[in-house]
Structures are given as C-alpha cells and as structure tokens.
C-alpha cells in the first residue's frame, strides 16, 4: 500500500522559515510529478508548487520567490523550502504525488498525504 507522510509544519513568526518533507513509501514501480497543495480554512484547495521526475518546477504566483520544491528521487522524498512566511500562508498544506504502481501497466494514480499545518503568527 502507497503512503504519503509530510512533516516539518508548525508555527512561525512572519518573515521566517520552514522546510516540509513528504516521503513516499510501499511498492510502486516509479513516481512522476510531485507537488504541494494546501488549504485555508474557508478556502479551496489550492496548488502551491509541483516538480516532474526531470525538476522541472512551477509556482503559484502568490509564492514565487520565496517557496522552492525540490526532490530526492533516491529517498522517494519531496521538499517544500518555505522562506518569508507571510500569514495569509497559513494552511493545511498537502503532498501529493502521481505513481506508477507497476512497470508493465502504464497507468498513474494520484496519492495524496496527510496533510501538515503551517501556521504563520506572531
């Protein structure tokens, strides 16, 4: 069974930092993009950033500048550099990644973490 665990959110004063990781774990034959979502209260799911199995990346325009994605493909890991925290990045934010579960099926599905809290107060 494929499993999606984040970590590293928790509480920081505006203009600080935080770095969330989310490592995929179980038997798959490979995973594609991976990317980070995340969730205000009252609000819709929003992307936040995603990365391909090349690093090819893409950014909301709200974080551009002061969030970086990045992966180790070797630790099936996904990292989200938080820099500048401002409060309106306060958030459930959630990974998410395609994987292939088998190699002779080319067929993706999409997992999703947990979920980790980012709250961003003074």
């Known amino acids: 069974q494929v499993q999606l665990v984040e970590s590293g959110g928790g509480l920081v004063q505006p203009g600080g930092s935080l770095r969330l990781s989310c490592a995929a774990s179980g038997r798959f034959f490979s995973i594609n993009d991976m990317g980070w979502y995340r969730q205000a209260p009252g609000k819709q799911r929003e992307l936040v950033a995603t990365?391909?199995?090349?690093?090819?990346?893409n950014y909301a325009d709200s974080v551009k500048g002061r969030f970086t994605i990045s992966r180790d493909n070797a630790k099936n890991t996904v990292y989200l550099q938080m820099n500048s925290l401002k409060p309106e990045d306060t958030a459930v934010y959630y990974c998410?990644?395609?994987?292939?579960?088998?190699?002779?099926?080319?067929?993706?599905?999409?997992?999703w973490g947990q979920g980790t809290q980012v709250t961003v107060s003074s």
């Open positions: 990365i391909t199995s090349g690093n090819s990346t």
């Open positions: 998410s990644a395609k994987i292939r579960i088998v190699k002779v099926i080319f067929r993706e599905y999409d997992y």
